[in-house]
């Protein structure tokens, strides 16, 4: 399939011919569904912890004698019925992140591309070479493009001027081809490829 190429002034700049093994396949939500949740489970620190009544201070001691106070009979006051005892099946540290096959997130990250092309929402342009870091001047050329929420993705380095510019820009994120995922490339509204994305991300997932 063939597709527009345009530059940051919004003015065509020729044609590019896309993989339809690529970026023309079925839009499968459940595939996409479980890629996402593996790359959000891999970011989980897993650090929480809460301390049960063998790991609360104190309470070695008897509270009140067993009886004559009228009230029930404790044992100790590290319970979890008592005010600052030990917490009953809290969470304890561990691993969130389980296995897919490279198959799978590879077939993924080709349906997250497919599903951006197939909405209209993927667009191509020749680079993101700014002669200067200007926010403001990056702001003129998002307004015409009409981009809002957009990932940015260039080639196998993002070009300098464009990411300062891009840096203080609600809602616009740039990565290398190599960064490029399925969280992001869903998240964001827009996804805009350079030419030079377009080759390695097609190189890269034959």
């Known amino acids: 399939m063939k597709l527009d190429v345009i530059s ?3 003015k065509k700049a020729g044609s590019v011919e896309l993989d339809e093994s690529i970026f023309g396949l079925e839009v499968r939500s459940d595939l996409l569904a479980r890629y996402v949740n593996w790359q959000l489970a891999k970011r989980r620190a897993g650090t929480h912890a809460t301390k049960g009544r063998s790991d609360v201070s104190g309470g070695g ?3 009140f004698k067993q009886k004559g106070t009228g009230s029930a009979r404790q044992g100790t006051s590290r319970s979890p019925k008592h005010r600052g005892g ?8 561990r691993a969130y992140d389980h296995q897919l096959t490279k ?3 590879k077939l993924a990250l080709k349906t997250a591309l497919s599903s951006k092309q197939a909405s209209g929402k993927l667009v191509i342009v020749d680079n993101t ?3 200067a870091p200007k926010t403001s ?7 015409s493009l009409g981009w809002g ?3 940015v993705i260039d080639g196998a380095q993002v070009n300098k001027n464009f990411a300062l510019a891009a840096g203080n820009i609600i809602g616009l994120d740039v990565l290398p081809t190599q960064g490029a995922n399925v969280y992001d490339i869903l998240r964001h509204d827009t996804l805009v490829l350079t030419q030079d994305a377009v080759v390695q991300l097609q190189e890269r997932l034959k």
């Open 86 to 93: 030990g917490i009953v099946f809290g969470p304890q540290p």
């Open 137 to 143: 001047e990056l702001n003129k050329l998002l307004a």
């Open 149 to 151: 929420s957009a990932l």
């Open 129 to 131: 070479e700014m002669k």
């Open 8 to 10: 940051l002034e919004n």
């Open 103 to 105: 198959k799978f997130r």
């Open 61 to 63: 001691k008897k509270p």
